[in-house]
């Protein structure tokens, strides 16, 4: 069964930093783009990133670069979003969604169930 | 940035009966390899989004028949032929030709 599991969200204070990760299983996880999606309370789905299969190429929205870094570690299966200078609208959950094929960044086959992140003090 | 620009936001439906929605682009979404890279989600209440459709028209697996996507350049259109009770919830078109990867604000279908 195809399954990405998200962890690490919970709650931080403003300027804070958390990392999440994404556990694959299921696939093989080295042969799919991968990236991070979230979903403010009752509102919809922005990209927030997108990482190549071999993690060589990566892409960000204008409204995380410099404070998101997303990575990957193909051995083990998971994918990671390391988010620095927390603000109080990044409170989201966090979905992990992937795709198959090296390079096929535009579309998302797969998603995990997502982490709940709230900033706030 | 493409502006996906979805409508209506909300959708009452009849069971059995047929629903339609429209999402439109700021600009084209055929990419320079000639491929249209537009998609379609849903996502239902307490869930996490499902794809349905990728590049405009191709259903994903499992997905059932009753759904169908059509369109091209910067119009495009995602029909239930039926709706079932199933089918409510948040649906969401999203671009995938140009950079940053844009969705559509949501249409939430009803029953």
């Known amino acids: 069964e195809v399954r990405l599991v998200e962890s690490g969200g919970g709650l931080v204070q403003p300027g804070g930093s958390l990392r999440l990760s994404c556990a694959a299983s299921?696939?093989?996880?080295?042969?799919?783009?991968m990236g991070w999606v979230r979903q403010a309370p009752g509102k919809g789905l922005e990209w927030l990133s997108t990482?190549?299969?071999?993690?060589?190429?990566?892409f960000y929205a204008d409204s995380v670069k410099g404070r998101f870094t997303i990575s990957r570690d193909n051995s083990k299966s998971t994918l990671y979003l390391q988010m620095n200078s927390l603000r109080a609208d990044d409170t989201a959950v966090y979905f992990c969604?992937?795709?198959?094929?090296?390079?096929?960044?535009?579309?998302?086959?797969?998603w995990g169930q997502g982490t709940m992140v709230t900033v706030s003090s | 940035d493409v502006v996906m620009t979805q409508s209506p936001l909300s959708l009452p439906v009849t069971l059995g009966q047929p629903a339609s929605i429209s999402c439109r682009s700021s600009?084209?979404?055929?990419?320079?390899?000639?491929?249209?890279?537009l998609n379609w989600f849903q996502q239902r209440p307490g869930q996490s989004p499902r794809r349905l459709i990728y590049?405009?028209?191709n259903r994903d697996s499992g997905v059932p028949d009753r759904f169908s996507g059509s369109g091209s350049g910067t119009d495009f259109t995602l029909k239930i032929s039926r709706v079932e009770a199933e089918d409510v919830g948040v649906y969401y078109c999203?671009?995938?030709?140009?950079?940053?990867?844009?969705f559509g604000g949501g249409t939430k279908v009803e029953i």
């Open positions: 969604a992937g795709n198959p094929g090296y390079t096929n960044y535009e579309s998302f086959e797969i």
């Open positions: 299921g696939f093989t996880f080295s042969t799919y783009v």
């Open positions: 990482i190549s299969s071999s993690g060589g190429s990566t």
């Open positions: 600009q084209s979404l055929v990419s320079s390899d000639g491929n249209t890279y």
């Open positions: 590049k405009v028209s």
């Open positions: 999203m671009q995938g030709t140009h950079w940053p990867l844009t």
